[in-house]
């Protein structure tokens, strides 16, 4: 009945009930729920409950944040359902005590005696006994069970990342197994058990009571875990029909893939997706596990690039940029070391941290990048500005700097290479709209920040300062030398370091390993990569030896690590004070693997992919350890255009293919490692154009600029060739149209525009911008082009010129010689007429006495026998119609209807038979045939004769005759009334040229 009613919260009608089956629900240790209480609150949410003996409500009073729409972080459960696998699944009841213990086992913590389990079957776990299942991917997310036994019965179910090895790190008395091996390493969660107490025993672990009516399935819906294992105890027997578990996240589409020949390569990129999605739930975490899970802001604008490739996750990294924006303003402009916070509580509340609290800057230029909106620049570069300001104020100390890093680089110089890096952004992006002094101010204060890192130089080879893998690798990065010469002294140090001969740099660590923290890891491979060093950089990621990306591949990771030395075969587990296996960080190497190795990027200059640079880096290592080098690599990225691929196969190094696939409405500048031997009679194709050899990203490179299509390069006998793409094929050619065009803004420009009656600028501008329109889209056919390049030169002609001005005249010429040099493409209809006026024409052109009436005259006559030319029409599906109907028996129909026919076959070979046939004329016999075909009349059942037709009632003209029956409409007949598609087809055959790109999918 239209009227409203109001449902506020209130102390008075609202009430509440603690004594229901949800005992807990902490957000980090679990849910504890008791299903015999299940009865007490049935139907507590439907008309009519009895809530007597339920309590009031008390208003809140203290601080609350603001309420605001959160679209672009929501968390959501994926659609799959992850069980538990075969491997290291089992269930124990009794330890063996280490020798040292007095029992008997090898290792150091003791050891579990398993019990093997069919984890596709049904479960029994008796009271003592204990169940290890292993689910197969580290993940965040819950478990689902379906259990039976007594009432009352509790059932704990507890997570963890890893079991225990039973050994000890001989290196750090807080590190190695917290307990026998094959139990779950909880350490690494909970600071070595100090939470333990504090948290009723029962740390990071659901609990779930029986009801004891036959098969029960709980799932704990208000709290998540990070985890791969997951052990099931009960205080008396019950049987497990089930488990499975969810993950959630908050990305949005997945954008990138990679895959490569190198299997560890291709698990670790996986790595880095999953550690994404685990910790990209509602703003970007640190990890998934422990009780902390906070929004850091130096792992965030690490780890950005990648992310960006990976999923859509423009609208959540907007919202952190949100918080971190908002925190600001309230903390002394300061975006602090994680958000949300409460600012001025503590060490990181407000406090401005090198490659942490820079992230308030390096997001927004990461999201401008990959979308080309500049909004993340006007929405936050005055808070940007006012942090830079704070930065620089602070002067040139930190407290983090390289976390965790095996190699201390001094906190100062990274304060200033990273002021350094935030100016060069912050100048780009006051660049990319307009801030001349912005662009000024940053320009400056990079060169104030570069001065003072340079004071650093004179530490190299004292292992101080900045002579480590992450303070070299950043002035590589930043220009932090003097000359070219100091440059390459800088690079032949980092090799030096990287090579760790008979381990004089790092003691613990392999030769040919990375010494990283956190602020080196975005720059470790594409440093060296730019600088000339990309086999070097190969070898760093195909490394599988302590401490490597591989060496946790190897030693079964599923997700990345929070530390190199997290666990090693050498030293088990590190130090438990900060022990996550699920941190997204170190995943940034994805970047690379997208950027560099299969060479997809943005254009810096052009964003968000309008412009695309592909450069394809190719393994040229040498094999050093057990992995085999990369020889294919297939990458894509579904940018807002569409989807960018970038496939190439190598020989010892060497290009052999390359594939490369450009989206519709983009372009793009492809860099391919080739020799310059190997271009020198390289021959150009639609779309592809060589453009010389050229340095770029530290290699010499062939240069080409490629339109939207796919595209098929190889190398053959030394030399590159290349075709187009099977599904693929050019666009229309676009010669004219944009030379009229050129002439037509020029037109525009001219001061004189402003004195040509009103009608004819409106009708002119109009011309213009479709032309535009026509040429920027790529689906634009030959038709859609000639027709707005003749619209618009006939817009031209009516501006009217000075007398004497052959200019317009010449612009006509060169359409028509195009159009000549094609001729055959045209109806004989109006060919003489055109040929006789461009004649004209150029006579006239040539004539240096010819009067402005002359010049117009010939233009004009010109211009009207171009406008009446038609293109043939299409007579292909005619054809076969009237082929179709020419098999029809005459004898097996009614005389009246063959007669129909035979007149509708008679019309359409006249139209066959006319040259000057329009396709409106085609279309309209090619209905008719069909129809008569359609409008047959059978004699009684009768079998259709297979004679000739001798009825002389009935000629066929042409010498045709009737043949066997066809009772199969041919697949290319038209049908009654296609009249639209026909015409299509026509126009597209009669265009020669590919318009809109199409691909067929693999």
Same mark, same amino acid.
């Given at each position: 009945?239209?009227?409203?009613?109001?449902?506020?919260?209130?102390?008075?009608?609202?009430?509440?009930?603690?004594?229901?089956?949800?005992?807990?629900?902490?957000?980090?240790?679990?849910?504890?729920?008791?299903?015999?209480?299940?009865?007490?609150?049935?139907?507590?949410?439907?008309?009519?409950?009895?809530?007597?003996?339920?309590?009031?409500?008390?208003?809140?009073?203290?601080?609350?944040?603001?309420?605001?729409?959160?679209?672009?972080?929501?968390?959501?459960?994926?659609?799959?359902?992850?069980?538990?696998?075969?491997?290291?699944?089992?269930?124990?009841?009794?330890?063996?005590?280490?020798?040292?213990?007095?029992?008997?086992?090898?290792?150091?913590?003791?050891?579990?005696?398993?019990?093997?389990?069919?984890?596709?079957?049904?479960?029994?776990?008796?009271?003592?006994?204990?169940?290890?299942?292993?689910?197969?991917?580290?993940?965040?997310?819950?478990?689902?069970?379906?259990?039976?036994?007594?009432?009352?019965?509790?059932?704990?179910?507890?997570?963890?990342?890893?079991?225990?090895?039973?050994?000890?790190?001989?290196?750090?008395?807080?590190?190695?197994?917290?307990?026998?091996?094959?139990?779950?390493?909880?350490?690494?969660?909970?600071?070595?058990?100090?939470?333990?107490?504090?948290?009723?025993?029962?740390?990071?672990?659901?609990?779930?009571?029986?009801?004891?009516?036959?098969?029960?399935?709980?799932?704990?819906?208000?709290?998540?875990?990070?985890?791969?294992?997951?052990?099931?105890?009960?205080?008396?027997?019950?049987?497990?029909?089930?488990?499975?578990?969810?993950?959630?996240?908050?990305?949005?589409?997945?954008?990138?893939?990679?895959?490569?020949?190198?299997?560890?390569?291709?698990?670790?990129?996986?790595?880095?997706?999953?550690?994404?999605?685990?910790?990209?739930?509602?703003?970007?975490?640190?990890?998934?596990?422990?009780?902390?899970?906070?929004?850091?802001?130096?792992?965030?604008?690490?780890?950005?690039?990648?992310?960006?490739?990976?999923?859509?996750?423009?609208?959540?990294?907007?919202?952190?940029?949100?918080?971190?924006?908002?925190?600001?303003?309230?903390?002394?402009?300061?975006?602090?070391?994680?958000?949300?916070?409460?600012?001025?509580?503590?060490?990181?509340?407000?406090?401005?941290?090198?490659?942490?609290?820079?992230?308030?800057?390096?997001?927004?230029?990461?999201?401008?990048?990959?979308?080309?909106?500049?909004?993340?620049?006007?929405?936050?570069?005055?808070?940007?500005?006012?942090?830079?300001?704070?930065?620089?104020?602070?002067?040139?100390?930190?407290?983090?700097?390289?976390?965790?890093?095996?190699?201390?680089?001094?906190?100062?110089?990274?304060?200033?290479?990273?002021?350094?890096?935030?100016?060069?952004?912050?100048?780009?992006?006051?660049?990319?709209?307009?801030?001349?002094?912005?662009?000024?101010?940053?320009?400056?204060?990079?060169?104030?920040?570069?001065?003072?890192?340079?004071?650093?130089?004179?530490?190299?080879?004292?292992?101080?300062?900045?002579?480590?893998?992450?303070?070299?690798?950043?002035?590589?990065?930043?220009?932090?030398?003097?000359?070219?010469?100091?440059?390459?002294?800088?690079?032949?140090?980092?090799?030096?370091?990287?090579?760790?001969?008979?381990?004089?740099?790092?003691?613990?660590?392999?030769?040919?390993?990375?010494?990283?923290?956190?602020?080196?890891?975005?720059?470790?491979?594409?440093?060296?990569?730019?600088?000339?060093?990309?086999?070097?950089?190969?070898?760093?990621?195909?490394?599988?030896?302590?401490?490597?990306?591989?060496?946790?591949?190897?030693?079964?990771?599923?997700?990345?690590?929070?530390?190199?030395?997290?666990?090693?075969?050498?030293?088990?587990?590190?130090?438990?004070?900060?022990?996550?296996?699920?941190?997204?960080?170190?995943?940034?190497?994805?970047?690379?693997?997208?950027?560099?190795?299969?060479?997809?990027?943005?254009?810096?200059?052009?964003?968000?992919?309008?412009?695309?640079?592909?450069?394809?880096?190719?393994?040229?290592?040498?094999?050093?350890?057990?992995?085999?080098?990369?020889?294919?690599?297939?990458?894509?990225?579904?940018?807002?255009?569409?989807?960018?691929?970038?496939?190439?196969?190598?020989?010892?190094?060497?290009?052999?293919?390359?594939?490369?696939?450009?989206?519709?409405?983009?372009?793009?500048?492809?860099?391919?490692?080739?020799?310059?031997?190997?271009?020198?009679?390289?021959?150009?194709?639609?779309?592809?154009?060589?453009?010389?050899?050229?340095?770029?990203?530290?290699?010499?490179?062939?240069?080409?600029?490629?339109?939207?299509?796919?595209?098929?390069?190889?190398?053959?006998?030394?030399?590159?060739?290349?075709?187009?793409?099977?599904?693929?094929?050019?666009?229309?050619?676009?010669?004219?149209?944009?030379?009229?065009?050129?002439?037509?803004?020029?037109?525009?420009?001219?001061?004189?525009?402003?004195?040509?009656?009103?009608?004819?600028?409106?009708? $002119? #501008? *109009?011309?213009?911008?479709?032309?535009?329109? +026509? %040429? =920027?889209? /790529?689906?634009?056919?030959?038709?859609?082009? &000639?027709?707005?390049?003749?619209?618009?030169?006939?817009?031209?002609?009516?501006?009217?010129?000075?007398?004497?001005?052959?200019?317009?005249?010449?612009?006509?010429?060169?359409?028509?010689?195009?159009?000549?040099?094609?001729?055959?493409?045209?109806?004989?209809?109006?060919?003489?007429?055109?040929?006789?006026?461009?004649?004209?024409?150029?006579?006239?052109?040539?004539?240096?006495?010819?009067?402005?009436?002359?010049?117009?005259?010939?233009?004009?006559?010109?211009?009207?026998?171009?406008?009446?030319?038609? $293109? #043939? *029409?299409?007579?292909?599906?005619?054809?076969? +119609? %009237? =082929?179709? /109907?020419?098999?029809?028996?005459?004898?097996? &129909?009614?005389?009246?209807?063959?007669?129909?026919?035979?007149?509708?076959?008679?019309?359409?070979?006249?139209?066959?038979?006319?040259?000057?046939?329009?396709?409106?004329?085609?279309?309209?016999?090619?209905?008719?045939?069909?129809?008569?075909?359609?409008?047959?009349?059978?004699?009684?059942?009768?079998?259709?004769?297979?004679?000739?037709?001798?009825?002389?009632?009935?000629?066929?003209?042409?010498?045709?005759?009737?043949?066997?029956?066809?009772?199969?409409?041919?697949?290319?007949?038209?049908?009654?009334?296609?009249? *639209?598609?026909?015409?299509?087809?026509?126009?597209?055959? =009669?265009?020669?040229?590919?318009?809109?790109?199409?691909?067929?999918?693999?």
């Amino acid at each position: 009945d239209g009227t409203k009613q109001i449902i506020d919260s209130n102390t008075q009608d609202w009430k509440s009930f603690d004594n229901g089956p949800l005992i807990d629900n902490d957000f980090f240790n679990g849910v504890e729920y008791d299903a015999r209480k299940e009865a007490s609150v049935e139907g507590w949410n439907t008309v009519g409950f009895d809530d007597s003996s339920w309590d009031g409500v008390a208003q809140f009073t203290g601080k609350v944040g603001r309420l605001e729409a959160n679209s672009g972080a929501i968390a959501y459960v994926e659609e799959n359902k992850i069980h538990p696998i075969a491997k290291d699944s089992f269930k124990y009841s009794e330890v063996i005590e280490s020798k040292e213990n007095g029992g008997t086992s090898e290792y150091a913590t003791g050891e579990v005696v398993p019990i093997a389990v069919d984890v596709n079957q049904p479960i029994e776990i008796k009271k003592g006994e204990t169940l290890i299942l292993n689910i197969g991917q580290n993940i965040a997310g819950y478990n689902t069970i379906t259990v039976s036994g007594p009432a009352g019965t509790q059932v704990d179910v507890r997570q963890a990342e890893m079991l225990n090895d039973g050994n000890l790190n001989p290196t750090d008395k807080q590190g190695g197994s917290c307990g026998p091996k094959g139990t779950l390493y909880w350490a690494g969660l909970t600071d070595g058990g100090q939470f333990r107490e504090t948290l009723n025993d029962k740390p990071f672990a659901d609990r779930y009571y029986l009801d004891g009516e036959g098969q029960e399935t709980f799932t704990p819906n208000f709290t998540w875990h990070g985890y791969q294992y997951v052990e099931i105890t009960a205080t008396e027997d019950i049987t497990l029909y089930d488990l499975y578990a969810e993950d959630i996240t908050s990305v949005g589409e997945e954008r990138g893939f990679i895959e490569t020949s190198n299997a560890d390569v291709n698990k670790l990129f996986e790595n880095t997706k999953w550690s994404q999605k685990a910790n990209y739930i509602t703003l970007p975490t640190d990890c998934p596990n422990r009780a902390e899970r906070l929004g850091w802001t130096g792992d965030a604008q690490i780890f950005a690039p990648a992310a960006l490739y990976h999923y859509d996750v423009t609208a959540f990294l907007s919202i952190y940029n949100d918080m971190m924006d908002d925190f600001a303003k309230r903390s002394d402009n300061a975006y602090g070391t994680f958000v949300p916070t409460t600012p001025g509580k503590g060490f990181f509340g407000g406090t401005i941290e090198t490659g942490w609290s820079d992230a308030g800057v390096i997001i927004p230029w990461n999201l401008y990048q990959t979308t080309g909106d500049t909004s993340y620049i006007t929405k936050y570069y005055d808070q940007m500005d006012a942090y830079m300001d704070a930065y620089f104020a602070k002067g040139y100390k930190c407290a983090l700097g390289d976390w965790v890093g095996f190699e201390k680089t001094d906190n100062s110089y990274m304060n200033a290479v990273y002021k350094v890096y935030c100016s060069q952004l912050m100048s780009k992006m006051a660049a990319a709209v307009g801030n001349q002094a912005m662009v000024e101010k940053y320009n400056g204060l990079e060169e104030q920040a570069r001065e003072y890192a340079k004071t650093y130089l004179d530490t190299i080879g004292t292992h101080k300062g900045m002579d480590t893998q992450t303070g070299i690798m950043w002035a590589l990065r930043a220009g932090i030398y003097n000359s070219e010469e100091q440059k390459q002294q800088l690079y032949d140090r980092l090799q030096e370091n990287i090579a760790n001969e008979d381990q004089s740099f790092r003691p613990t660590s392999s030769e040919n390993t990375i010494s990283i923290g956190f602020l080196g890891l975005n720059v470790v491979l594409s440093a060296i990569t730019e600088v000339g060093g990309a086999e070097s950089a190969y070898d760093l990621l195909l490394q599988d030896q302590y401490p490597s990306w591989l060496n946790q591949v190897k030693l079964g990771s599923t997700s990345m690590w929070e530390q190199w030395d997290g666990y090693s075969a050498e030293y088990s587990f590190g130090s438990s004070g900060m022990n996550s296996f699920n941190h997204y960080s170190y995943g940034i190497v994805s970047e690379w693997l997208y950027k560099y190795m299969a060479g997809i990027s943005a254009d810096e200059s052009n964003p968000g992919y309008k412009s695309i640079v592909l450069q394809p880096t190719m393994d040229t290592g040498t094999q050093y350890n057990s992995e085999e080098r990369i020889n294919y690599v297939n990458g894509s990225y579904d940018s807002a255009y569409g989807e960018i691929e970038s496939n190439w196969t190598s020989d010892e190094g060497n290009l052999s293919t390359y594939e490369a696939v450009v989206p519709a409405n983009t372009t793009a500048t492809l860099y391919l490692p080739v020799s310059e031997d190997a271009v020198a009679e390289f021959e150009n194709i639609d779309g592809v154009t060589y453009k010389g050899m050229e340095e770029h990203n530290g290699l010499m490179t062939a240069k080409f600029n490629l339109e939207a299509g796919g595209y098929n390069f190889a190398i053959t006998d030394g030399k590159l060739t290349v075709s187009m793409a099977d599904g693929y094929v050019a666009m229309a050619d676009r010669g004219i149209i944009n030379k009229v065009i050129a002439y037509a803004e020029k037109e525009l420009a001219d001061p004189e525009f402003n004195n040509v009656i009103p009608s004819v600028q409106e009708s $002119f #501008k *109009a011309a213009l911008e479709n032309a535009k329109e +026509v %040429v =920027a889209n /790529a689906a634009s056919t030959e038709e859609d082009i &000639y027709s707005a390049w003749t619209t618009l030169l006939n817009e031209i002609h009516k501006l009217g010129f000075v007398a004497g001005d052959k200019d317009s005249l010449s612009l006509v010429i060169q359409a028509a010689d195009e159009i000549n040099a094609d001729l055959d493409r045209y109806v004989e209809a109006g060919k003489a007429e055109f040929t006789t006026a461009l004649d004209a024409a150029k006579t006239v052109y040539n004539n240096g006495d010819a009067m402005q009436a002359e010049i117009d005259e010939a233009e004009n006559n010109l211009l009207n026998a171009m406008l009446n030319l038609r $293109f #043939k *029409a299409d007579k292909s599906i005619l054809e076969d +119609v %009237v =082929a179709e /109907a020419i098999g029809k028996d005459a004898n097996a &129909y009614t005389a009246e209807s063959y007669a129909v026919l035979t007149a509708a076959i008679n019309n359409a070979n006249a139209v066959l038979a006319d040259e000057n046939a329009t396709q409106d004329e085609v279309d309209t016999a090619v209905a008719n045939v069909q129809t008569a075909i359609d409008g047959l009349v059978a004699v009684d059942e009768t079998t259709p004769s297979t004679a000739p037709n001798t009825d002389p009632d009935h000629p066929v003209e042409q010498g045709t005759q009737t043949g066997q029956e066809s009772t199969t409409t041919k697949a290319t007949a038209a049908k009654t009334g296609d009249f *639209a598609p026909i015409a299509g087809i026509a126009v597209l055959a =009669a265009a020669g040229a590919a318009l809109a790109i199409s691909r067929k999918k693999k």
